[in-house]
């Protein structure tokens, strides 16, 4: 009898412990995270609205996006802009061509488009220096897939991209190139990210309801619906757009119920060990974290930080300089030192800003 006491006890606490160290791989942190203080930096106005802007918007989002050096790129109609601490703004307006830049990654690598007035969009990429004179953009040739058919959409650390392709009747293909260029596609789904581990990450249909699903170059995918054993909460209506960690796990939304009524639950999925962790984040719609998972987004069309997976917290609320006139309306990025970009309405115009943390 002791014996069987002993041994089942000796089982719970493996099992325990085991859990509790998946647990603390997907917080990254063994003490719980504590928001800094911030700065608010403007970044000027935009003609874009909140839907251009917002970080799920398809195939592009023109939202604000920084790296890890603090360079951060934005779009305020027919020019764009880069921003660094060092030397402040580099304007990019190209005469005739609307310029729009849609990715960065942390080797200063920023993706972008040229739309010109006859309608046939010129793709770039622009390696920038580090506080000196910016170099030319270089244009890709994509051969005979050229003009508006392809929409980039990020750029990792190892020079791979994924995108869209238009189809006819306005549908839509997901495509990706390696460090060469060559394009693959998939047959089904949206690619939304790629992590530095050259793991794609998109939303897939399974049946009357869409999931994020995992794939990678050499073909292989994982749908979150096709798995019995990772125990999803019945009841799902639907899925949001899922955002990629850095570690192969997955944060994103579900509409489901709370007290009988219509609600907006926050998930953590990990394929590798097939985990599936409901959290309730008060229907925060997620754009974005780091790897520390501190996830930014908004509430309620207010822009939130959340640390812990616990209550989010209003950026107003950690400002420490004056946020009088602003409404800050969706936090799109943030980068591994806490660096946050998002937009908001400043004085009645639509404006970007960014804080910068002070403790």
Same mark, same amino acid.
């Given at each position: 009898m002791k014996a069987g006491f002993f041994s089942r006890t000796i089982i719970f606490c493996v099992l325990f412990f085991s859990f509790a160290g998946l647990e603390?791989?997907?917080?990254? !942190? %063994?003490?719980?995270?504590?928001?800094p203080k911030y700065k608010l930096i403007n970044l000027g106005s935009t003609v874009h609205d909140k839907r251009v802007l917002n970080a799920h918007c398809w195939p592009l989002s023109l939202?604000?996006?920084?790296? !890890? %050096?603090?360079?951060?790129i934005g779009n305020r109609g027919c020019s764009s802009f880069l921003w660094k601490k060092c030397s402040g703004f580099f304007d990019i307006d190209n005469p005739g061509c609307i310029t729009s830049l849609v990715s960065i990654n942390n080797n200063s690598a920023i993706i972008g488009r040229h739309m010109g007035c006859d309608g046939v969009a010129k793709w770039f990429s622009w390696n920038l220096s580090s506080c000196g004179k910016e170099p030319a953009p270089a244009y890709f040739d994509f051969g005979c897939i050229q003009g508006e058919e392809i929409f980039l959409r990020q750029i990792n650390d190892n020079g791979y991209l994924i995108g869209a392709q238009r189809l006819k009747g306005n549908s839509y293909r997901s495509v990706y190139f390696d460090r060469k260029k060559n394009m693959k596609a998939l047959s089904s789904g949206v690619l939304l990210g790629i992590n530095n581990y050259n793991t794609m990450m998109g939303s897939e249909s399974c049946g009357k309801t869409t999931g994020p699903f995992l794939s990678n170059f050499n073909g292989s995918i994982s749908i979150i619906g096709d798995d019995c054993t990772v125990s999803k909460p019945s009841g799902i209506y639907k899925f949001g757009y899922p955002i990629l960690t850095q570690d192969n796990a997955v944060y994103g939304t579900f509409r489901g119920k709370k007290e009988g009524k219509p609600y907006l639950f926050a998930y953590l999925w990990n394929d590798e060990d097939q985990i599936f962790r409901t959290l309730d984040l008060k229907e925060m719609q997620i754009s974005s974290l780091n790897r520390s998972h501190i996830l930014v987004g908004s509430q309620s069309g207010e822009a939130v930080v959340c640390v812990n997976h616990g209550k989010p917290e209003k950026l107003p609320d950690m400002i420490v300089n004056s946020t009088r006139g602003w409404k800050f309306l969706e936090a799109t990025d943030i980068n591994d030192t806490g660096q946050?970009?998002?937009?908001?309405?400043?004085?009645?115009?639509?404006?970007?800003?960014?804080?910068?943390?002070?403790?």
């Open positions: 603390a791989r997907y917080l990254t !942190n %063994s003490a719980p995270l504590v928001l939202g604000p996006k920084i790296n !890890n %050096s603090g360079q951060v946050i970009v998002g937009y908001g309405m400043y004085k009645g115009n639509m404006t970007l800003f960014m804080l910068d943390p002070v403790d």
